[in-house]
């Protein structure tokens, strides 16, 4: 269920290749010189997918062969498809490289430099600045743009030709040729609209896939149309899938959606002469109660019926559909015909209605006719995920993160208690192997094995089953040291473990079962203030956070109840939360929440529980009160131009500059609180805090609808009506976003005043900065004192094979240096050519016809070593260059190791769980 590598062009470079003066139908190339596919140029992945299946099947039918795509290595490559990003605008000279210029109009391949500059019939095609010139050229041919200063020639001005929105419209209205193929722009996905970039495809193959996209709906040219939604839609088809379910049209009941309305007193969010505005209210809230979600038959779910949901996709179809006895219910009610059912189906049989879902999860009726969705779709149905335990502690733990941590008042004090759970198990993860074994899930019955060993933490991680000696080496405490303070880091951003998880929220659900057969009369079972989660203890208390999390309105408490009806029909496992919507506003508290696989942080933590009671029913629901009405009255129709429009509205991402500046709001509201202020004294501030949240599930919606506002006008208005400078002129930041910007790389110390502040995540950082481990008292062991070799003879060491094996090593340790130095390359580049590089000095190392001497003694110079970088290639080389030398050298030394074992009388503490030590014999083998 792969996806296959696909091409990643920049618009700047497919215009240029286009628009030559010497122009052929080549376009741009992407093979190397020696006429082989560039695959550096194939950075992205079009996942497996309907597309994806469906294009595979279009592609033979169009080509008549098997040549969608090949193999290298372990990766499939295609070019039918090809990303296309919108970075780069077209200058009148272009940058190659660092540090060459080429004249738009002319091939790279042309260029011949000669004393850093090439002219043709008197005109200035290419220069290469910051490099000695010899024989400088007449100042006449450099114009306006360059300059030769100090011995070289400097870029002075380079004039954009076509901006980036002048090359997005060029390629949709004319598309492009590449390698001799014309592409036209296919579609995009929201993802991808955020950040810009677009799908092309082979020009034969569109016609065929549009077909099967528009799921026979007619749209013509120059129509008008929905083009924001249509958009959005049709792409869900190329969401990433895990399998496919066969679900055929007659399984499918269609009921009506059902709004709860109901008055509140909210902070809401209003347009007023397409502007925002927040105040503090009682309004009318609805709540469509099943929006996105579906009820499907357990029998219907195959190799997934012991999960409780999965998020399916179909053309113009978007549901979590949870794991239902619908058959049961039916049966238990007395429903025999399908007569009897309150919605529409075209089953015949009631054994066939397997599918509960209502038009808020089928995108199509927007366009067209439940009937005309129903005869234009297939039953093959993409899986694209189910729920999941976390990943940590067997699923018993999960992290909470900053937004939801700044949101809560805690006192100092609080979060020092909140935190000491997590500083006793870094404090165990540094004196007890035992703890570091269990968390790295090192299972008590693995079998030593060096099969694919790689990384350093791989090997690591099967030396930790050798004997315990091991976690005295050198080697292993780097290991720990990096792991640790990685652990720290992400404690610092606030990934702080607690009790809970993050559970799939699930509407309403016995109600919908209900509607099915005309009994739901707008009634509760849950109840106001109540879920249903067999993950925690009956009549306790929850605190719930869905991302983003903003403000502290966004907080949620309530009770888990028993609901036997539920657990008769529903398949709930403890990833699953039943929730109720009906005449409760929690919808909007959790930041614009529906039924779509959404998912909820849940945790039973008395001590943010303890703060969230605090300032409850103090701080409204942030609550959007913008009515369908006010939303964008534009007219598009469905032009390549009203494309680019769209998609260059869609292109701008403001979410991280939304969530930042309410986080800072936050921090300074609280600041204000624990100083003496009141609600009545910060509650502007409070407004404009809601308002971002409001904004931010606008940023995140505007790739399927579109608002008469401009949020980037909204968030520099409200940045700066609270602006806060320092007497030097610096802007005042939280403290804790000092750690995030050095993280990130945008740390200003310059412009920025990191100041402290009373607040949970600045009290954190201080608390986090302060915790000391404990150092270890027992001697540093060499690698060599772990292995057992008593035939050890040094006169069969051969030194010409050391000098030679550690010149290797000295020129890999220099070239894998200079990889992360050289500009120009992605992240995923530097990592191919390390690991080529890698495998390239193994493989010249694996020539040396070493003894057991001369491997040994070659281990040893390197554990010793007190050159730089030297000493950490001893491990590595240990168990990749000489496996089986390796395992005869350590097999003698196998010991008992201990493991954690629960005992409610245990000793060892992990977030109020109790282990026990014990040790075991291991048993020691090995695969070639």
Same mark, same amino acid.
């Given at each position: 269920m792969n996806?296959?590598?696909?091409?990643s062009i920049d618009a700047k470079d497919?215009?240029?290749?286009?628009?030559?003066?010497?122009?052929? !139908? *080549? =376009?741009? /190339?992407?093979?190397? %010189?020696? $006429?082989?596919?560039?695959?550096?140029?194939?950075?992205n992945t079009l996942d497996y997918s309907l597309d994806l299946i469906k294009l595979r099947e279009v592609d033979q039918k169009v080509y008549r062969n098997r040549k969608f795509s090949w193999f290298s290595g372990r990766h499939e490559y295609t070019d039918k498809i090809i990303n296309v990003t919108f970075k780069y605008s077209n200058k009148e000279f272009? !940058? *190659? =490289?660092? /540090?060459?210029?080429? %004249?738009? $109009?002319?091939?790279?391949?042309?260029?011949?430099?000669?004393?850093?500059?090439?002219?043709?019939?008197?005109?200035?095609?290419?220069?290469?600045?910051?490099?000695?010139?010899?024989?400088?050229i007449s100042p006449n041919f450099l114009g306006n743009n360059f300059i030769y200063q100090d011995g070289t020639y400097k870029i002075k001005r380079n004039p954009t030709l076509n901006g980036v929105e002048d090359l997005r419209k060029d390629l949709y209205k004319n598309g492009f040729w590449c390698n001799g193929k014309h592409y036209v722009r296919f579609k995009r996905s929201s993802g991808s609209s955020r950040v810009g970039k677009c799908l092309f495809i082979d020009e034969k193959l569109y016609p065929r896939m549009h077909k099967y996209e528009m799921t026979g709906l007619k749209v013509k040219p120059d129509e008008e149309v929905d083009l924001a939604a249509l958009e959005a839609y049709i792409a869900l088809t190329l969401s990433s899938i895990i399998d496919t379910l066969e679900i055929h049209p007659y399984n499918i009941l269609v009921v009506d959606d059902y709004e709860s309305i109901f008055k509140d007193t909210v902070v809401a969010t209003k347009i007023e002469n397409n502007m925002l505005t927040t105040t503090e209210e009682e309004i009318e809230v609805c709540n469509s109660i099943w929006d996105g979600l579906s009820l499907i038959?357990?029998?219907?779910?195959?190799?997934?019926?012991?999960?409780?949901?999965?998020?399916?996709?179909?053309?113009?179809?978007?549901?979590?559909?949870?794991?239902?006895?619908?058959?049961?219910?039916?049966?238990?009610?007395?429903?025999?015909?399908?007569?009897?059912?309150?919605?529409?189906?075209?089953?015949?049989?009631?054994?066939?209605?397997?599918?509960?879902?209502?038009?808020?999860?089928?995108?199509?009726?927007?366009?067209?006719?439940?009937?005309?969705?129903?005869k234009n779709i297939d039953s093959n149905f993409g899986v694209v995920k189910h729920e999941k335990k976390t990943h940590f502690m067997d699923g018993r733990m999960v992290q909470t993160h900053y937004q939801l941590l700044n949101t809560l008042q805690l006192s100092k004090k609080e979060t020092k208690k909140f935190l000491e759970p997590t500083f006793n198990y870094m404090k165990l993860l540094k004196t007890e192997p035992a703890v570091m074994r269990y968390h790295l899930k090192y299972p008590d019955d693995h079998e030593y094995n060096d099969k694919n060993l790689k990384s350093k933490n791989e090997i690591i991680f099967q030396l930790l089953g050798i004997n315990d000696k091991f976690a005295q080496t050198k080697s292993y405490q780097e290991f720990q040291k990096d792991l640790l303070d990685s652990y720290k880091s992400n404690v610092k951003c606030g990934h702080v473990l607690v009790e809970g998880n993050y559970s799939t929220l699930l509407g309403n659900p016995y109600e919908l079962l209900l509607h099915t057969i005309g009994e739901f009369h707008g009634e509760s079972i849950l109840g106001i203030g109540n879920v249903h989660s067999t993950r925690f203890n009956y009549n306790t208390t929850l605190l719930g956070s869905r991302s983003p999390h903003v403000c502290t309105g966004n907080i949620l408490l309530t009770q888990n109840v028993e609901c036997p009806v539920i657990d008769r029909y529903f398949n709930l496992t403890d990833e699953i939360v039943c929730v109720n919507s009906i005449k409760e506003n929690i919808l909007q508290k959790l930041s614009g929440a529906d039924f779509d696989s959404d998912t909820m942080l849940l945790t039973n933590n008395h001590i943010l529980i303890s703060a969230a009671k605090r300032n409850y029913h103090l701080f409204k629901v942030p609550t959007n009160a913008i009515s369908s009405e006010q939303l964008s009255k534009r007219k598009r129709t469905y032009t390549p131009e009203q494309k680019t429009d769209l998609d260059i509205r869609t292109s701008e991402n403001l979410i991280g500059d939304i969530i930042n500046l309410s986080q800072e709001l936050q921090t300074y509201m609280w600041h204000l609180l624990n100083n003496g202020q009141t609600y009545d004294d910060i509650k502007n501030l409070y407004y404009d805090i809601c308002q971002l949240d409001i904004l931010s599930g606008i940023e995140i919606d505007k790739a399927k609808k579109e608002y008469p506002i401009d949020s980037k006008f909204e968030l520099k208005r409200i940045k700066q009506r609270w602006l806060r400078r320092d007497a030097e002129g610096k802007v005042i930041r939280p403290y804790f976003f000092g750690f995030l910007a050095r993280t990130k790389g945008y740390y200003n110390e310059e412009k920025n005043n990191y100041m402290k502040h009373d607040t949970t995540m600045d009290y954190l950082i201080d608390l986090v900065n302060q915790m000391r481990m404990p150092r270890s008292d027992k001697n540093t062991l060499k690698i060599v004192d772990l292995i057992d070799y008593p035939e050890f003879n040094t006169s069969k060491i051969k030194y010409d094979q050391i000098y030679r094996a550690m010149d290797m090593i000295r020129l890999f340790h220099k070239s894998s240096c200079a990889i992360w130095i050289v500009d120009g390359f992605s992240s995923t580049e530097r990592f191919e050519q390390y690991y080529d590089l890698k495998i390239h000095t193994l493989d010249s190392l694996s020539t040396l016809p070493m003894s057991k001497s001369t491997f040994y003694w070659l281990i040893k110079i390197l554990d010793e070593s007190i050159e730089i970088g030297m000493r950490k290639y001893a491990i590595t080389l240990l168990f990749n260059l000489r496996r089986q030398e390796a395992f005869d050298l350590i097999s003698e030394s196998a010991a008992p190791i201990a493991f954690l074992e629960p005992d409610e009388s245990g000793k060892i503490d992990i977030y109020g769980k109790k282990f026990s030590k014990i040790y075991k014999n291991r048993g020691v083998s090995v695969e070639f």
């Open positions: 996806g296959v590598k696909i091409l497919l215009y240029i290749a286009n628009h030559l003066k010497e122009p052929d !139908k *080549i =376009g741009f /190339n992407w093979h190397n %010189k020696n $006429g082989q596919p560039n695959l550096k140029k194939f950075i272009n !940058k *190659i =490289g660092s /540090n060459l210029y080429v %004249k738009f $109009g002319h091939r790279l391949s042309s260029v011949q430099l000669q004393d850093c500059v090439y002219i043709k019939n008197k005109e200035l095609i290419a220069i290469q600045i910051d490099s000695p010139v010899q024989n400088p038959d357990k029998s219907l779910m195959g190799k997934y019926e012991d999960y409780g949901m999965l998020l399916l996709r179909k053309n113009f179809f978007k549901s979590c559909c949870f794991n239902t006895n619908i058959q049961q219910f039916f049966k238990d009610n007395d429903i025999t015909s399908v007569s009897q059912l309150n919605g529409f189906t075209i089953a015949q049989d009631i054994k066939d209605v397997k599918l509960i879902t209502t038009p808020s999860s089928i995108k199509y009726l927007k366009f067209g006719s439940i009937e005309q969705w129903l």
